[in-house]
């Protein structure tokens, strides 16, 4: 059989809106030459389409036309290793899903512990950031709340008693581990997130290991995170002003 067929059946195989690279058309590293060619044929009659540098996607079409994958798929060779998560992304595109801002950034974010993620989607720049903890698939969606604590005052056009309320919402929702594993995460993030937590904690009736986030902060250091009493009761007990 021809590269070109071996590599035509696998693409077929592989379902739309997924990505894929080479090592999942099972060619042997001297057909990697015809394979490459064989894809670029499959590029120019649109059957496929390169999100980067050897990362490729079979396109879903919609009586709108052709829908591309979301910023997960489009990274997912990025976000995971041999299988296991090791990164995640944040930032703007987050807060821009969880519904903290309407607004949708020019740049992709993406936290890790392990691995600088540089890259481009089209003309979509993505840049890499310093997870505070080792990313797992198990972990992650506790990081992305921390992050959204974390970057609360940076968030654009976030209205911050909405945001109060969705954050308490996703806190208050997690199983009793998760809130202990989220806690514990917070620990290694910087003060003004361990502070927002706790008064949100606090504030929610939720008040499991409160203590070990009270005892991590300097009692003297005052947060000016713009928050008003009626929308966090609980904040000047944690220095929130």
């Given at each position: 059989?021809?590269?070109?067929?071996?590599?035509?059946?696998?693409?077929?195989?592989?379902?739309?809106?997924?990505?894929?690279?080479?090592?999942q058309l099972g060619i042997d590293q001297s057909e990697y030459s015809a394979a490459a060619k064989?894809?670029?044929?499959?590029?120019?009659?649109?059957?496929?389409?390169?999100?980067?540098?050897?990362?490729?996607?079979?396109?879903?079409q919609s009586i709108f036309g052709e829908l591309k994958p979301g910023e997960e798929e489009l990274?997912?060779?990025?976000?995971?290793?041999?299988?296991?998560?090791?990164?995640?992304?944040?930032?703007?595109?987050?807060?821009?899903?969880?519904?903290?801002?309407?607004?949708?950034?020019?740049?992709?974010?993406?936290?890790?512990?392990?691995?600088?993620?540089?890259?481009?989607?089209?003309?979509?720049?993505?840049?890499?950031?310093?997870?505070?903890?080792?990313?797992?698939?198990?972990?992650?969606?506790?990081?992305?709340?921390?992050?959204?604590?974390?970057?609360?005052?940076?968030?654009?056009?976030?209205?911050?008693?909405s945001a109060i309320k969705l954050l308490n919402n996703n806190i208050s929702k997690l199983t009793?581990?998760?809130?202990?594993?989220?806690?514990?995460?917070?620990?290694?993030?910087?003060?003004?997130?361990?502070?927002?937590?706790?008064?949100?904690?606090?504030?929610?009736?939720?008040?499991?290991?409160?203590?070990?986030?009270?005892?991590?902060?300097?009692?003297?250091?005052?947060?000016?995170?713009?928050?008003?009493?009626?929308?966090?009761?609980?904040?000047?007990?944690?220095?929130?002003?």
């Amino acid at each position: 059989m021809k590269v070109s067929e071996k590599v035509e059946r696998k693409i077929n195989r592989i379902q739309e809106g997924k990505t894929f690279k080479y090592k999942q058309l099972g060619i042997d590293q001297s057909e990697y030459s015809a394979a490459a060619k064989a894809i670029e044929r499959l590029i120019k009659k649109e059957s496929i389409s390169r999100v980067s540098t050897g990362v490729f996607y079979k396109p879903k079409q919609s009586i709108f036309g052709e829908l591309k994958p979301g910023e997960e798929e489009l990274l997912k060779t990025y976000l995971f290793q041999d299988g296991k998560r090791i990164a995640y992304i944040t930032g703007g595109s987050l807060y821009n899903r969880m519904g903290l801002t309407t607004q949708v950034p020019k740049t992709i974010k993406v936290a890790s512990k392990v691995k600088r993620v540089i890259t481009k989607i089209g003309k979509t720049q993505v840049k890499p950031v310093k997870s505070y903890v080792e990313v797992t698939n198990e972990n992650y969606h506790l990081l992305e709340i921390l992050d959204a604590l974390k970057d609360f005052t940076s968030i654009p056009d976030l209205d911050k008693e909405s945001a109060i309320k969705l954050l308490n919402n996703n806190i208050s929702k997690l199983t009793k581990n998760n809130l202990s594993k989220l806690v514990s995460y917070a620990i290694k993030y910087p003060p003004r997130t361990k502070a927002l937590l706790g008064a949100i904690l606090e504030f929610s009736g939720k008040k499991n290991r409160i203590k070990d986030l009270r005892t991590s902060l300097n009692p003297l250091t005052s947060y000016k995170l713009g928050i008003k009493e009626e929308t966090l009761p609980t904040a000047s007990k944690w220095n929130i002003n």
